[in-house]
């Protein structure tokens, strides 16, 4: 058994020529949602229609660096002493990766700030 989406059951109200207050108490939407419906349905067919509402649902996944651009970037920054923009500029010119320079600090930011674990700041005192 098969169950119909809200869309496919104002569809095919509709052409069963149903009146929109028939169609609107069904699928408890209001009249200018299923118009609207209605319209994109005729334009794009309805197993279009509900491919892109269901993709619509979907969220995308961030993008994600790569863990060895990552490493390049770290490793770039221990043997030259380079500032994100130099980085950039290498990782372009000798690997052809291209990365935004808010991308490259980020990294740095994440791998070179970490406190210490366990250590405390030294602060003025007085041993005796």
Known sequence: MRTLTQYQVA????????????ITTVVEKPRA??????????????MEFMRRKLTCKV????????EHVIQKIVDIRNQY?????KIRKELREHYGIKL??????????ARFTKAGVGIRQCTTSTEP
């Open 11 to 22: 569809w095919n109200m509709y052409q069963a020529s149903s009146t929109m207050e028939q």
């Open 33 to 46: 949602t299923v118009y609207r419906w209605f319209r994109q349905i005729k334009r794009l067919g309805i």
């Open 59 to 66: 969220r995308r996944p961030k993008a994600r660096t790569p």
């Open 81 to 85: 002493s380079w500032c994100g923009q």
């Open 100 to 109: 935004g320079l808010s991308t490259i600090y980020r990294w740095l930011h």
